[in-house]
């Protein structure tokens, strides 16, 4: 069960006064054990998790461990491209077989102390660990992006997403506006959960219009999606979770007030690039989770009582409400989401458990579905939580096989003056405007292909008006020319 958990948040100008991620994770740490009321399952921590983020420590468990006082604990790092929630369901699995007792599930980032670094031209670096090496590494197998999308230049997320947004426009029928004001409206209902959230790193509460309109610093980025359609990771953020057996925490006096149960976790980890997916707009692998949770504890996650959708963008919130049959019109986060309760990379659901666990705390009785997505929604992840201790036994469940039988991806390929049909497509932005238009194309045969244009009136016409649908040219140099 999950017993203490807690944040760490900074916000200096002056980034010699602010503390390195490590740091913070530790402060983190510290503070969860308070949260429990017994600092003393530092002492009797088994491991110490902690999820890669955009630091380069080698070590950062031992050294999180070494500065809480749990140097008796074991290190393991998960990369970028392990899901969360598989970290925190292999420990909820660990504790439940009695393989572990005490577990930590810590993450962060001090990106912001990073950027003003940066801007300030102070010096700020990270700890220095040398050859260190953690007691465990656990590294995704397969690519995320396929070598195509990388030679295309599509190695950011925003691009991908992007899109993913596209497509599912074109594949709900709404016009550009239609679009627009939906993902705008929805972007701006979690902006004003986040300025209720006294832990969150924007709480302005933009509406729609200064969300969707690109104008006072909110850029295009890839259109659809301005700056303020995106992820925000320069904050300075951190969460640690504690987990235990319900022995210990009995032995150690912690109230039962305090005790948040798993129910069970699902994941999918079987990985298609976007080009290659069959429907860009749907992810089986959600809908998968969701029914194995529902086989498992009895109850669908739509009928959660509390909700948090991983938000890195408005589409990943869309496409999981599509697969798991979540209303949008309810409330889809408990923290405002990652653009405007912070996005620390590879770590947020770790925040969005601690702030659920609170949240379920405060509500006895009440269930929370929490999701986690790795890469492009390329892997899935869902979990239920309750201060309830559930009616079964806790399970983590592994549903790629199924997914895999049924995501068949498209074959991929070049074409020699071919015409193919857009499937989707995005405008990429610079600085200083837009700098290409990229195109996924499909042939007659079904394969597909990855195509770019920047010519100026190629760029306009597809970030003015419905690009999907389209047929175009395939060039043998990877362009595209618009069929009249």
């Known amino acids: 069960m999950l017993v203490g958990v807690a944040t760490a948040a900074q916000r200096f100008d002056d980034p010699t006064g602010a503390k390195e991620a490590v740091g913070l994770m530790a402060e983190a740490l510290v503070s969860a054990a308070d949260d429990a009321g017994n600092s003393g399952l530092l002492g009797r921590l088994d491991q110490v998790r902690v999820t890669k983020g955009t630091w380069g420590y080698p070590d950062p468990a031992r050294w999180v461990a070494d500065a809480a006082g749990a140097s008796q604990a074991r290190s393991y790092l998960a990369d970028v491209g392990i899901l969360q929630t598989a970290v925190m369901g292999d420990t909820a699995a660990a504790i439940a077989s009695g393989s572990a007792d005490v577990v930590a599930v810590v993450g962060g980032e001090a990106k912001y102390r990073g950027l003003r670094a940066s801007i300030t031209g102070i010096d700020a670096p990270d700890t220095d660990q040398g050859g260190a090496e953690p007691d465990s590494f656990v590294t995704p197998h397969g690519m995320i992006i396929s070598r195509a999308e990388i030679d295309t230049g599509l190695v950011m997320a925003t691009h991908h997403y992007a899109m993913i947004e596209n497509a599912r426009r074109y594949a709900d029928g709404h016009t550009i506006e239609e679009h627009r004001d939906e993902v705008a409206g929805l972007w701006a209902r979690f902006a004003q959960i986040a300025a209720a959230n006294p832990d969150a790193w924007f709480r302005d509460g933009l509406d729609a219009t200064a969300i969707a309109t690109p104008e006072n610093g909110n850029r295009w980025l890839a259109w659809p999606y301005t700056k303020w359609h995106n992820s925000q990771w320069n904050v300075d953020q951190a969460a640690a979770l504690i987990f235990c057996s319900a022995g210990t925490a009995q032995a150690l006096g912690i109230s039962t007030d305090h005790w948040v149960f798993p129910w069970a976790a699902a994941e999918s980890n079987y990985m298609v690039p976007v080009t290659e997916r069959p429907e860009l707009h749907r992810s089986p692998g959600f809908a998968y989770a969701g029914r194995a949770l529902a086989d498992h504890v009895g109850m669908a996650p739509n009928e959660a009582d509390h909700i948090d959708l991983y938000s890195c963008f408005p589409i990943a919130v869309r496409t999981q409400a599509l697969e798991l049959y979540i209303d949008l019109d309810r409330d889809l986060t408990v923290t405002g989401g990652m653009t405007w309760a912070g996005g620390p990379l ?54 790629s096989d199924a997914v895999a039988a049924e995501l068949q991806p498209k074959p991929y390929r070049t074409g020699d003056g071919e015409q193919a049909e857009v499937v989707s497509y995005t ?39 419905e690009f999907c649908g389209c047929r175009v040219v395939a060039g043998a140099d990877g362009s595209f020319t618009p069929v009249d």
């Open 346 to 399: 590879n770590n947020y659901v770790i925040q969005a458990a601690v702030k659920m666990a609170q949240v379920l705390r405060a509500d006895p009785g009440s269930t929370g579905l929490v999701t986690s997505i790795s890469g492009m929604i390329t892997k899935q992840g869902a979990s239920l939580w309750s201060a309830e201790p559930p009616a079964q036994p806790f399970a983590s469940l592994d549903v």
């Open 427 to 465: 405008v990429i932005w610079g600085r200083e405007g837009p700098e290409r238009a990229v195109a996924i194309g499909e042939f007659p045969d079904g394969a597909r292909t990855l195509l770019v244009s920047a010519v100026p009136a190629v760029m306009s016409a597809a970030a003015a008006g």
